[in-house]
């Protein structure tokens, strides 16, 4: 299940935040630095308007949304790259999930305590990022440290490249930079998976505004951007579906804040959807863009990556348009793929398993 790690300076609107997202009150949410400690998680489905028209097609007794995981860390402050307010914890907290959701403040509150006594955004993002990379700048030196004793005599060969890339990364990271903006070949790819670096992970910068609508500020280019209102998200969380529809549409938004952020984590972590649909069920699967069909297969059970036969395939909306399987046939546009077909977003499947 995809997790995202909710991060940030204190009482920027981090829990308030989770707790709309996951229409929950199990995250603290008081005016007072590290008001949360242990992470708070919450699962969340993933609301996909195809999975209801599938389902409607196929009489489908239950319709299965695909998740997402959303954690709520607490906050860092300056330092907690040496362990100030906990950070060493915290910071360990945030190795474990597959992408950042990184809230800073835009919204001013004289009753809600800013650490640094002032409001801006791009100065708090900037703290944390420090953090991350003064964090990483030690896991790169440790490891640097240690493949120099071993690339000694006949074996320092054997190590060269990695200590080039130590270096460089190491480097890089001095200058106050992410470790994500440097390029890396195949093989150096494999050793910055194995170093699990903090600004290696994707990230977005979730900015809590007063009103959605007024300014948005960039905090870094290149990197995706989602505006909300944690205040607005609360009001939202706490109404009927209509109810929320209606009060979206009078403040001016089509989307929630939900919808935004796992739509980014989407395009973040490069996943696409798939369904299966049939009587019993309509389920939505989550793979990585550029998943064969026998791993797509192997979400749904282990076993199936060998048993393996072929894939009868076909985008959801002919699926929806046609009638469902019995009728797909007739349209020419039902596929028969093999182990070599690359799962499209959309794509509705079934799977021919040798048992």
Not at 53 to 63: N, R
Not at 153 to 168: W, Y
């Amino acid at each position: 299940m995809l997790s995202i790690g909710i991060v940030g300076l204190p009482n920027v609107g981090k829990s308030t935040l989770f707790n709309a997202l996951t229409r929950s009150k199990q995250a603290d949410a008081q005016n007072y630095p590290f008001c949360t400690i242990e992470p708070n998680i919450g699962v969340v489905e993933v609301p996909d308007v195809r999975l209801k028209q599938l389902a409607d097609i196929s009489h489908s007794q239950k319709v299965v949304p695909t998740a997402i995981e959303f954690v709520d860390i607490a906050g860092l402050v300056k330092g907690a790259s040496e362990g100030e307010g906990l950070g060493n914890k915290f910071l360990s907290h945030i190795r474990e999930v597959d992408a950042i959701a990184h809230v800073v403040r835009s919204f001013q509150d004289s009753n809600v305590i800013h650490v640094q006594n002032r409001v801006d955004a791009t100065d708090d993002a900037g703290i944390i990022n420090l953090e991350l990379i003064l964090a990483d700048w030690q896991t790169v030196s440790k490891r640097l440290e240690n493949t120099q004793k071993k690339a000694k005599g006949v074996m320092a060969k054997e190590f060269q490249k990695e200590l080039d890339l130590l270096v460089r990364v190491a480097a890089h990271l001095q200058t106050g930079r992410l470790a994500r903006e440097l390029e890396y070949d195949e093989d150096e790819a494999v050793i910055m998976k194995e170093l699990c670096l903090l600004t290696m992970k994707p990230m977005m910068y979730v900015v809590n505004v007063d009103e959605l609508g007024k300014d948005k500020p960039v905090i870094e280019q290149g990197v995706p951007h989602v505006y909300v209102c944690a205040r607005l998200e609360a009001e939202l969380a706490d109404l009927s579906p209509d109810e929320a529809i209606q009060l979206m549409k009078e403040s001016g938004i089509s989307e929630s804040g939900l919808d935004q952020m796992i739509r980014a984590g989407y395009e973040l972590l490069d996943l696409v959807t798939y369904f299966t649909s049939g009587e019993p069920e309509t389920r939505a699967w989550t793979v990585k863009r550029g998943t064969k069909a026998p791993d797509a297969a192997g979400v749904i059970h282990t076993d199936f990556i060998k048993g393996f036969v072929k894939a009868d395939v076909v985008q959801w909306k002919d699926f929806v348009e046609a009638g469902g399987w019995s009728r797909i046939k007739e349209t020419g546009k039902l596929r028969l793929e093999g182990k070599e077909y690359v799962v499209q977003d959309g794509d509705t499947i079934y799977f021919h398993i040798a048992t």
